[in-house]
């Protein structure tokens, strides 16, 4: 079975940076649309970003969130700027249908996805 393998979690100040990475061991990420979600303790999984046919972020992210595609490494980076204690959580990357639905819909179209890497920012 497909599987994606996440990197650069870790612990941060507020208004600190972390750039995560998607890699996708044995196969090609250029046929998927990818999507990162979160979900912290307690709270349901959101969908943060997607990069696909278009590229979409959760509005709680927008202007601090970019996601991009390194074809040559095969991986699919999240860089996370001006981070927040509210982005605390759970990360992990999934390959999806579409990245219409990313936001309205965090549990539509799931094909495979990584194990996640943890964020956690606080002082």
């Known amino acids: 079975q497909l599987q994606l393998v996440e990197s650069g979690g870790g612990l941060v100040q507020p208004g600190g940076s972390l750039r995560l990475s998607c890699a996708a061991p044995?196969?090609?990420?250029?046929?998927?649309?990818i999507g990162w979600f979160r979900q912290a303790p307690g709270k349901e999984r959101e969908g943060v970003s997607c990069?696909?046919?278009?590229?979409n972020y959760a509005d709680s992210v927008k202007g601090r969130f970019t996601i991009s595609r390194d074809n040559t490494e095969n991986t699919v980076h999240l860089q996370m700027n001006s981070l927040k204690p509210e982005d605390t959580g759970v990360y992990f990357c999934?390959?999806?249908?579409?990245?219409?639905?990313?936001?309205?819909?965090?549990?539509?179209?799931?094909?495979?996805r990584g194990k996640g890497t943890l964020v956690t920012v606080s002082s």
């Open positions: 990069s696909g046919s278009r590229t």
């Open positions: 999934a390959a999806i249908d579409t990245c219409d639905f990313i936001v309205t819909r965090p549990y539509y179209g799931v094909r495979f």
């Open positions: 044995g196969f090609t990420l250029d046929a998927y649309a």
